[in-house]
Structures are given as structure tokens and as C-alpha cells.
């Protein structure tokens, strides 16, 4: 998960934009074109973000290092995207800022929204201690390249895992994808590197409303513990991943 100290990716850059003072005073001689196309930037990111709200599917905006993997943030409960900041330039600041003061102002008028996972937060970053205390009840779901694909209980979401190379090819050439099939679209989900040659995994649907799913991901050789990781059906992206965990440690968590 990429880290952040607040929801807010942003800079001087919205001060800036909205002539409240601070680093905005260092550019009060800038030409006008620049200033437009940083205030057409900040109302595209703001429309974004309604335009999002109103899909059910808000996000936050992260800056961080390219390739940095977007996870769930604690503070709304949802889910993150990574900025790379190395991409980073005044016209996509100003859009990152216009998308999360367009968030920010709409939690403080009208609480988190709807989309929020925020009551879910110990089910999603703690994967391992929820798929363990599932076990408890019931048998966990299969996923196979041999096995059939599974619906979830509601019928909006399938899961399948597939292989992806020719049937006259042998099928350790390439790893099997996990399909993800939506009411909006079908997707192939990357697993996490370090497991992305199994062919056979469990998981449960995650909590009632949640949209979510909890898999058990084991080495494909057996060497060390499983991963745990929480799948966003809405979106189908890895929200937490817990690393591999052995012997007293597992034990520790799955009562913990």
C-alpha cells in the first residue's frame, strides 16, 4: 500500500488556485494562461470526483512512487489510486487537488459516503483473521483453472480463474488470471507477483454489503505460510495484502 499522512494529495497548489495566500504568494505574477489551464485542471478533478460519487465508486488520490500499490485508506474507507509522483507538474497537481477538496468537502456537508467501507476496516486490513474465523462455520470457496466459476451471493459479482495459454502450449507457459466479472464490465485481476503461478485458491465472500472477497493464496511449492489478501469486487483492486505468516504467528492471529 502506498503511504500517505492524509487523504489530501495536495500542495500549495489549491491555495494557489483559490487565492487564500501561503506558497500562492510567490506566483502572484504568473500570466494568465497558466493560471487558466491550472483552474481548468482543478474543476476536471472535481468533476471527476462527481462523477465518480455518482457511479458509486469514489476513490482518494495518493502521490507515490511509480508502481506503488493503491490499497484501502483508513480515514474514508475507501479505495486509494496512486499519483507517481514523478509524473507530478502544476496541470495534474491542480487535478488531484480539485478531486480531493471536491472529497473533502463532501464528507464535511454530508458525512463519508455511501461507497465507504469505513465500518469493514478490521474485516479488510485483517484478511487472515477474518478468512480464519470463517473456516470456523464453513468450508471455504475453490477457485481452479479445472473448476467452474462462482457467483457471488447476491449474483452481482463471478469470480474465475482461467488459464491463459493456448491449449497446445504447456500451461505453466504463462500464470492463470483471475477473472472478475461485474454488472459494469468483465476484468482480469493480476494476483499478487509472489503467487501468481497457483492454480488452485480459496477464499470467502467478504461481509454482507461490503463487495468484497478474502483469499487464501498458498505458495504453489508449499514453502512458507499462505497470504491473505481482500479483493474490491467493485473495482478489482487489492485493497490489503498480509505477508506470509508461520507456525506461533498464525496461530496469534487467528485468535487475535
Not at 1 to 16: E, P, Q, V
Not at 91 to 105: P, Q
Not at 153 to 179: S, V
Request: aromatic content about 8%; hydrophobic content about 35%; some cysteine.
Amino acid at each position: 500500500m502506498a503511504s500517505h499522512g492524509s487523504f489530501y494529495a495536495k500542495g500549495c497548489l489549491t491555495l494557489f488556485i483559490a487565492g487564500m495566500g501561503g506558497c500562492a504568494a510567490s506566483s502572484q505574477h504568473a500570466v494568465p494562461k497558466p493560471l487558466d489551464r491550472l483552474q481548468t485542471a482543478y474543476d476536471q478533478g472535481r468533476l471527476e470526483f462527481q462523477t465518480e460519487l455518482a457511479q458509486g465508486r469514489p476513490t482518494v488520490e495518493i502521490y507515490g512512487d511509480e508502481g506503488a500499490t493503491p490499497g484501502f485508506d483508513e480515514e474514508t474507507g475507501l479505495p486509494q489510486v496512486v499519483v507517481p509522483k514523478d509524473d507530478m507538474n502544476p496541470t495534474l497537481a491542480g487535478r488531484v487537488s480539485g478531486h480531493n477538496d471536491a472529497l473533502r468537502e463532501y464528507i464535511e456537508q454530508s458525512g463519508l459516503p455511501a461507497a465507504s467501507r469505513k465500518k469493514w476496516e478490521g474485516e479488510i486490513l485483517h484478511p487472515g483473521r477474518y478468512f480464519n474465523d470463517q473456516m470456523r462455520g464453513e468450508s471455504p470457496l475453490r477457485l481452479a483453472t479445472d473448476a467452474p466459476r462462482v457467483a457471488s451471493p447476491d449474483g452481482r459479482f463471478i469470480l474465475l480463474l482461467r488459464e491463459t495459454t493456448p491449449d497446445t502450449r504447456p500451461a505453466a507457459a504463462t500464470p492463470p488470471q483471475l477473472i472478475l466479472f461485474t454488472p459494469m464490465a468483465q476484468q482480469a485481476v493480476p494476483l499478487p507477483t509472489t503467487l501468481s503461478e497457483q492454480r488452485d485458491v480459496s477464499f470467502f465472500w467478504g461481509p454482507s454489503g461490503s463487495d468484497t472477497a478474502v483469499f487464501r493464496l498458498a505458495p504453489p511449492d508449499g514453502a512458507g505460510g499462505p497470504v491473505f489478501s481482500t479483493l474490491d469486487l467493485r473495482t478489482g483492486q487489492w485493497l490489503h495484502t498480509e505477508p506470509p505468516i508461520s507456525g506461533s504467528d498464525a496461530l496469534s492471529r487467528s485468535a487475535g
